[in-house]
Each structure stands twice: as C-alpha cells, then as structure tokens.
C-alpha cells in the first residue's frame, strides 16, 4: 500500500525542518568562526588588548573625526623602559606576565570611551577621545599611582609617559610630558627623558 499525501507531507516537513535545524547551526557555527578570527586579527595575543595595526587604525580614525568635528583628542604613548634588562635578568616568561600587568592596570586607568591597544614589545598607545590635556594629565596621573602600588611587581622600571593633544579647532596641540617620569626607578628615572621625547616625537607622527 503506498503512502497517503499527508503522510508523505508529514516526513517530508519533519526532514526539511532536521535540514532547517542544521542550516541554522551551521550558520551560528560560522558565525562565531567569523567572530573569532576576526577578533584574532586585532587583538594582542599577548595582553588582550588592541594590537599594533589596529590601534594605529583607530588613531587615524579619531584623529580624522577629531579634525572633522573640531573635537578635542589626546594621545598617550607609554614605554616600560629599561625593558629588555628586566626580561634578561628574569626570564621571558616574567617579563610577559609583568606586561599583561601592565596593560590591566593601563586599562583601568583609562575612561570606558578610550582606547588602549600595544604599540610593540614595551610600548603601549592610549587614544582619549574628545578629552583634553589636562585630561589626559588625570589619566596619566592615575596610571602612575596605579604603577606605583604596583612596586612589588614592576620592581626597578621605569615607565614613561608621553601626553600629545589636538585642539578643538583640528590643530596639533601642545605637547608635554606628564608631571613626573612614571615608576620606582629612581635615579635612572633622570636618565630617560630621551625616551619621552621619542615617545612624543612618535605621538607626533601618528597625529599627523
């Protein structure tokens, strides 16, 4: 006896719904795939954080809609310097582990609005939109504070800190360093004003 046209309806809707069912988990599955690999491609490995290419990406695009909108923007460049005598004397694990700490404490300096991302092995970048310097001279303040809790798990680096700032009016602002080279370093901290200058001579390029 063959199937009746109900039946026949019945199977063939219960497998187009398995098949349904399917096509949607699938496209979930890719979905997050997607999601994955692209945040794979932005974030730092290391810290969790914006990497280079995407923080040099959300830089010129603050700096365009600063301009645009004659809105205020500052940049902040940190360097953890005297790094790779840190790293030699304590091993590369540590000197991650002292990184990743680093960020975290950087981010939670930082206004939910800003943007923090890892410029390259020591450097970090911090982009506040619509702030000012003093502003940024607060978050700056912060981060060193933070850092100087931190003593036990810094030790003897010094962390620079370089402030750059665009006006409201779209043009490059006054630059300075922030009030104190930031860190427990103590008389080396005197011997690192070059790596400010770097960090702001940096700065000064990506405002361009």
Known sequence: MGLTTPVVFAVFGRFLGVLLDKYHEQRQSLGEVNTFLKEQSIIDELTGFYNRRHILLEIEKEVERARRYKHTLVGIMI?????????????????????????????HAIRTIDIL?????DEFLIVLPEATLET?????????????NAHVLLGSLVILLALLGISGGGQLGDRRRAP???GTGGGEAGQSVGGV?????KLMGFFK
């Open 136 to 148: 940024g001279h607060i978050v700056a303040e912060r981060i060193k504070t933070s850092l100087a």
């Open 197 to 201: 200058n770097g960090a702001l001579q």
């Open 117 to 121: 991302g890892r410029y390259g092995g």
């Open 79 to 107: 360097d953890v310097d005297y790094f790779k005598k840190y790293n030699d004397k304590y091993g590369h694990l540590f000197g991650d582990y002292v990184l990743k700490e680093a960020a975290k404490i950087f981010d």
């Open 180 to 182: 104190g080279l930031l």
